[in-house]
C-alpha cells in the first residue's frame, strides 16, 4: 500500500511516509497517547527507523489519517485517473493513524471455503493461509476528536484488509477505561471475546462472512476511492 492513497468521504488514508515522522514524533510525546496505544517514548532517531521498519514488514499495514479537505469523493469517481496524493503537500492535514498487524487463524480452511466460494478468490487463494489482523485506531489531534473521523478512519481500513487483504477476523484491545473507542469498535459490530486482567484490557473481535462485513463497512463510512500516491522527487 505504499504508493496508494485511500480517499473517503471524512478522512483520505495515506501511507506512511519519512515526510510523516516530524510531526507523529510530537503527538507521540503525549503521555495519554502512549499509554492508550501501548507504545514506548522514541526518539526522532528511532522513530525514523520505526517507520522503515514499518514499511519493509509484510504484516503491518499502516495508514496515517489525513483530514479531506481538498479532495471530494465526487471528483475522484468523475476523474480519478488525473489525480495523484502528494504527501508533501498535506502535511498540516495529518491527525492521526490507523493500523493492522496481521496473523494466520489458527483454523481449518474448510471451515470458511464456502464464505469464499462464490467471491472473486481463485484456487490458489483458497489454498493459502486465512488472516486474521488486529486493528488500532488514534485519532491524535484532540479538538477533532468526537466528529466521526475515527470511525471513518477505521471503517476505511477495515474494509480494506477484508477486501484487498483476505482479512478474516478482525480484533482489537483496549484499555478498559477507554470509553470512546470500546463504544467505537462495538458501534460497528464488534463484541467481546476476553478481557485480560492484568493488562486491565479488554479485546473484541468482528468475524463475519465477507459480504457481511464489507457491508458493515461501507455503511458506516468505510467507502473509498484509491489514487495514486507517489513517493517524493529528492
Aim: hydrophobic share 35%; proline share 4%; charged share 30%.
Amino acid at each position: 500500500n505504499y504508493e496508494t492513497c485511500l480517499i473517503g468521504e471524512k478522512v483520505i488514508l495515506v501511507p506512511y511516509r519519512p515526510e510523516h515522522v516530524p510531526r507523529y514524533h510530537e503527538w507521540m510525546k503525549d503521555p495519554d497517547l502512549l499509554e492508550a496505544t501501548g507504545s514506548e517514548p522514541l526518539s526522532l532517531e528511532e522513530e525514523v527507523e520505526m517507520q522503515q521498519s514499518w514499511r519493509d514488514d509484510d504484516r503491518k499495514c499502516t495508514f496515517i489519517v489525513h483530514s479531506n479537505k481538498c479532495h471530494p469523493v465526487d471528483n475522484i469517481i468523475s476523474d480519478e485517473t488525473s489525480q495523484v496524493f502528494r504527501v508533501e503537500e498535506h502535511l498540516d492535514d495529518m491527525i492521526g493513524d490507523v493500523n493492522l498487524f496481521l496473523s494466520e487463524l489458527e483454523c481449518d480452511n474448510d471451515e470458511w471455503g464456502d464464505d469464499l466460494r462464490g467471491t472473486e478468490a481463485s484456487q490458489d487463494q483458497l489454498q493459502q493461509p486465512l488472516l486474521q489482523a488486529e486493528i488500532d485506531i488514534m485519532i491524535a489531534e484532540k479538538h477533532l476528536r468526537g466528529q466521526g473521523l475515527g470511525r471513518a478512519a477505521t471503517c476505511a481500513m477495515a474494509l480494506y484488509g477484508v477486501s484487498k487483504l483476505g482479512i478474516r477476523r478482525l480484533f482489537c484491545k483496549i484499555n478498559e477505561d477507554n470509553k470512546a473507542s470500546i463504544q467505537l469498535f462495538k458501534s460497528i459490530g464488534f463484541s467481546q471475546c476476553n478481557y485480560a486482567a492484568c493488562f486491565k484490557q479488554v479485546e473484541l473481535e468482528l468475524v463475519r462472512p465477507i459480504g457481511e462485513m464489507k457491508e458493515i463497512f461501507q455503511v458506516h463510512g468505510g467507502s473509498f476511492k484509491t489514487i495514486p500516491c507517489p513517493l517524493r522527487n529528492i
